[in-house]
């Protein structure tokens, strides 16, 4: 009886999952269709046949050659900005007490609960006062901005566990707050690193909005996620080539997942037994 509940959980499962990773399966298989079979068997995971000129039409008419550049620098820069951020603020917050450390963590925890949409206003303000739109940096610092609690309580909570001993003797050694900071918890951080990287990576590689306003002046400075308009035009929609692009857009996502993928889990492992 236990053997059969099991077998029926597996198979309920098997059945959510693909049900879940299916529009995922769909556009990676609508990538490889013509317009015409999409339209006419567009349920179907199995193209008739392999189009590549999807791929070459996404990448070369679509300019997606230069917005992958723009993509790769965004996100790179996005993620040394935070990680050195959030790893500073989550140290200072789990290794120390001062006045005022529940306020700023109350603070912290409540801008959790402000939608995006209500801080793009400030954040267009801000931008454009330092004389910073329709430029890739302007565009960096808005997607480096915010609180990011959620790494900041994740590098507070692992760095809260580690033994006050090493702390002690680097000091004894001469370290200062800096280098004890950089030569010993940083290193020791590496599955929180590693995490933070994955979850920055893909929301910086996927932000739409706020590129999208920053730059409405300068098409050329636009990423991925924002440079798929280029293929919907006024009166005809390339939906063969936005699968394409999509897929395309998806696949570095993939990759940085499956090289940081050990780091993740040990990183949230580590995160929720502290």
Same mark, same amino acid.
């Given at each position: 009886?236990?053997?059969?509940?099991? #077998? +029926? =959980?597996? /198979?309920?499962? %098997?059945?959510?999952?693909?049900?879940? !990773?299916?529009?995922? @399966?769909?556009?990676v298989?609508a990538?490889?269709?013509?317009?015409?079979?999409?339209?006419?068997?567009?349920?179907?995971?199995?193209?008739?046949?392999?189009?590549?000129?999807?791929?070459?039409?996404?990448?070369?008419?679509?300019?997606?050659?230069?917005?992958?550049?723009?993509?790769?620098?965004?996100?790179?820069?996005?993620?040394?900005?935070v990680?050195?951020?959030?790893?500073?603020?989550?140290?200072?917050?789990?290794?120390?007490?001062?006045?005022?450390?529940?306020?700023?963590?109350?603070?912290?925890?409540?801008?959790?609960?402000?939608?995006?949409?209500?801080?793009?206003?400030?954040?267009?303000?801000?931008?454009?006062?330092?004389?910073?739109?329709? #430029? +890739? =940096?302007? /565009?960096?610092? %808005?997607?480096?901005?915010?609180?990011? !609690?959620?790494?900041? @309580?994740?590098?507070?909570?692992?760095?809260?566990?580690?033994?006050?001993?090493?702390?002690?003797?680097?000091?004894?050694?001469?370290?200062?707050?800096?280098?004890?900071?950089?030569?010993?918890?940083?290193?020791?951080?590496?599955?929180?690193v590693?995490?933070?990287?994955?979850?920055q990576?893909?929301?910086?590689?996927n932000?739409?909005?706020?590129?999208?306003?920053?730059?409405?002046?300068?098409?050329?400075?636009?990423?991925?996620?924002?440079?798929?308009?280029?293929?919907?035009?006024?009166?005809?929609?390339?939906?063969?080539?936005?699968?394409?692009?999509?897929?395309?857009?998806?696949?570095?996502?993939?990759?940085?997942?499956?090289?940081?993928?050990?780091?993740?889990?040990?990183?949230?492992?580590?995160?929720?037994?502290?």
């Amino acid at each position: 009886m236990r053997m059969w509940r099991k #077998s +029926l =959980f597996h /198979v309920v499962m %098997a059945v959510f999952s693909f049900i879940w !990773i299916y529009p995922f @399966l769909w556009m990676v298989s609508a990538s490889f269709k013509t317009q015409s079979e999409f339209f006419s068997n567009g349920l179907s995971l199995l193209p008739e046949s392999l189009q590549m000129d999807n791929f070459i039409r996404a990448w070369k008419e679509a300019n997606f050659e230069h917005y992958f550049v723009n993509s790769v620098i965004l996100s790179i820069s996005t993620i040394l900005i935070v990680l050195a951020a959030t790893a500073t603020c989550g140290y200072v917050l789990g290794r120390y007490s001062f006045r005022g450390k529940k306020i700023i963590m109350g603070l912290l925890i409540a801008s959790m609960f402000v939608p995006m949409e209500f801080a793009i206003i400030p954040i267009y303000d801000l931008i454009k006062g330092l004389g910073l739109m329709n #430029s +890739l =940096f302007g /565009v960096i610092l %808005a997607e480096a901005g915010g609180a990011h !609690i959620i790494f900041i @309580l994740l590098f507070a909570t692992f760095f809260r566990q580690i033994p006050k001993e090493l702390e002690e003797a680097s000091i004894v050694d001469g370290c200062g707050f800096l280098k004890t900071f950089v030569t010993i918890m940083v290193p020791l951080s590496k599955p929180i690193v590693g995490s933070v990287t994955i979850m920055q990576f893909i929301w910086s590689w996927n932000s739409f909005m706020v590129p999208l306003i920053l730059t409405l002046s300068k098409p050329e400075l636009r990423p991925l996620a924002v440079g798929l308009y280029a293929l919907r035009g006024e009166n005809v929609v390339d939906w063969t080539g936005i699968a394409a692009g999509g897929t395309i857009a998806l696949l570095p996502i993939i990759i940085v997942f499956l090289f940081l993928q050990r780091y993740f889990v040990d990183g949230i492992a580590g995160a929720v037994k502290g």
